[in-house]
């Protein structure tokens, strides 16, 4: 069964994205800002309802950044949920820096066991699940047969052969404190690298093996991390609370995250 909802959340992250991308090539992205002055565009709300389309008949529910004021007393019983951003890094989305991407998540029990991340304009699909683990693909999408699409995908981490120590961070919300961080360990490792993408690429790079560390002491959204931490689990690392210093847990009542460190 959770094979077939990997097919169903890799079909609708790739069809979102070719909407996505219609957007992104043109000169309409009708950016609005929303309550919390975070941007939204029109694209964010194409691929919200392409997504909704593949996901609702499966009958669990969903928890989208697009759709998310649904209360606690009516998530809290549900064993199972679909935790999706249709655009995760709107920011980098409007500077057309193409370090955007569209994640899906399962949730049961208030863990991630299914994850899907897609960057339409570096054409990189990660997916996990408990029985398959992490993966890594690149995708054509005006021409990709799904199956042949998961049986070619290589599995995360890769190898690398650099080993100098790897820092990925924000490059839209890179705190002081994580700068603090960032600095502690360089006085433990010696020699560290630093990495700065957008979205929810940094979990990606941990999870691929092309960074040691991702921490990230600035507000992120339960959408913003649960398919990345998916896909991280699934390939052998975690993604650490700092405050209960245990994983990272979903459909909690506020669905704000603590701060948090992927290594």
């Known amino acids: 069964m959770s094979h077939d909802l990997l097919k169903i959340a890799i079909s609708a992250a790739l069809e979102a994205a070719k909407e996505i991308l219609k957007i992104y090539h043109s000169d309409d992205f009708e950016v609005q800002l929303k309550s919390d002055d975070s941007p939204l565009t029109k694209a964010d709300l194409v691929s919200h309802q392409v997504i909704e389309s593949y996901l609702k008949p499966t009958n669990i529910p969903i928890l989208s950044e697009e759709g998310k004021d649904i209360s606690y007393d009516l998530r809290k019983d549900w064993a199972q949920l679909w935790i999706v951003d249709p655009i995760d890094g709107t920011k980098e ?16 029990n208030q863990r991630p066991i ?64 994580t700068v603090d961080f960032i600095e502690e360990l360089k006085k433990e490792k010696g020699d560290v690298h630093l990495i700065s993408k957008g979205s929810s690429l940094k979990l990606c790079l941990v999870a691929e093996g092309s960074a040691d ?12 991390t649960a398919a990345g931490q998916a896909i991280c689990e699934h390939a052998g690392f975690r ?25």
Do not use: Q
């Open 213 to 224: 560390c991702y921490p990230r002491f600035a507000p992120t959204m339960e959408w913003d």
């Open 114 to 177: 299914l994850g899907v991340v897609y960057a339409p304009v570096l054409n990189e699909l990660y997916f996990s699940s408990n029985e398959l683990g992490g993966l890594k693909v690149s995708v054509n999408l005006t021409d990709f047969d799904l199956n042949n699409l998961i049986d070619s995908a290589v599995k995360l981490p890769l190898s690398r052969e650099d080993n100098t120590y790897t820092i990925v961070a924000s490059r839209s919300h890179l705190s002081d404190e």
């Open 93 to 108: 989305f409007i500077k057309r820096n193409g370090e955007f991407t569209v994640n899906i998540a399962l949730i049961e």
């Open 239 to 263: 993604v650490i609370d700092w405050e209960t210093k245990e994983d990272l847990l979903y459909n909690r009542p506020k669905l704000l995250n603590n701060w948090f460190v992927v290594n």
